[in-house]
């Protein structure tokens, strides 16, 4: 494997069909699962690692955020990646950048509402890396349900000759979603932070159970994270997998979005929910049955 800092170079190394995985590091088994799937379909798998400055607001977790690069090579390396792109901020913003990436409509909603900006600094970055990586597919996390629908449609407006793959959310084994930012929670929070899985999996029930009803299916999303103290709900939202607009019924592919506060920490999850011959299945995800990588040294 080998380890670069400028596009010029990852893209002299990569050959044929290239698989991308586009991560901010500190990694887990969730960006494992994409390096995963994209050694399954490529000749070459380039995962960047890189920490957008452009997608946090000021008041936001820029300077905390987990980093640990030495860390991640040996992740990356022993799920049988190619190439690591860490490129430093220069590579990525050589001056400061006068051009935006803006995606209208989808980014409305939830995430798009509570940070203003935000995906404009994913919408952004990601461009950039399409650009400068030049893949043929790439891999994100439907973890991040709303940033998909975002980079599906950015991909689709500006003709990126790339095909976006969505991966299911995988979890701790109790059921919190993954997220590098797990390791801010103390143990109070952790705690707490179970409930928005509980609410999840209660969605899913209730959608095999035949419920329809999307006011219903977020109350039931809603319903064990108010009732923990100490935790915070932003939204739970039944939204269209293509548009990110919320929607009032289970008619179409859609996801059920919650995000909630707990200290200092966002944390986000959700079910997607796809027809298969004409019933509605939820996508509970992936549930580790060890410790998360998260939570040990390399
Ligand atoms: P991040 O490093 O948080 O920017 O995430 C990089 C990619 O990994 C994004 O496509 C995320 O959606 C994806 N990802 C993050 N957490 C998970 C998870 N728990 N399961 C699946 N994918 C994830």
Redesign the pocket.
């Known amino acids: 494997m080998k380890i670069v800092q400028t596009f010029a170079e990852a893209r002299e190394l990569a050959g044929g069909r290239v698989g991308f995985?586009?991560?901010?590091?500190?990694l887990?088994?969730?960006?494992i699962?994409?390096v995963d799937a994209a050694r399954r379909e490529s000749d070459t798998v380039t995962v960047s690692i890189f920490v957008n400055p452009l997608q946090f607001a000021p008041s936001e977790d820029l300077a905390s955020y987990p980093r640990d690069l030495d860390r991640d090579v040996a992740l990356v390396e022993a799920a049988g990646a190619d190439i690591v792109f860490a490129p430093p901020l220069a590579e990525m913003y050589p001056s400061d950048p006068l051009t935006r990436v803006t995606v209208s409509d989808v980014t409305e909603t939830m995430e798009g509402a509570i940070r203003p900006g935000h995906f404009d600094g994913v919408a952004t970055v990601v461009a950039k890396l399409f650009a400068g990586i030049a893949p043929d597919a790439a891999?994100?996390?439907?973890?991040?349900a709303q940033?998909?629908v975002t980079v599906r449609r950015m991909t689709a407006d500006l003709s990126f000759p790339i095909h976006i793959v969505g991966?299911?959310?995988?979890?701790e084994s109790d059921g919190l979603?993954?997220?590098?930012r797990n390791t801010y929670l103390n143990r109070d929070e952790r705690i707490a932070a179970r409930s928005l899985s509980t609410g999840m999996f209660a969605v899913a029930a209730a959608v095999r159970g035949g419920e329809r009803s999307g006011t219903v299916l977020e109350q039931i999303a809603a319903g064990p994270v108010d009732a923990e103290p100490g935790i915070d709900l932003d939204y739970a939202t039944l939204a269209d997998q293509e548009s990110a607009a919320t929607i009032d019924a289970l008619d179409r592919p859609a996801f059920l979005a919650v995000a909630a506060r707990v200290g200092r920490t966002r944390l986000l999850d959700n079910v997607h929910i796809d027809p298969d011959g004409g019933d509605w299945v939820p996508d509970e995800?992936i549930r580790l049955d060890t410790t998360s990588i998260l939570y040990r040294e390399a």
């Open positions: 995985v586009p991560t901010m590091g500190y887990h088994e969730g960006h699962s994409l891999y994100f996390g439907r973890k991040d940033q998909l991966s299911p959310i995988v979890r979603a993954l997220s590098s995800g």
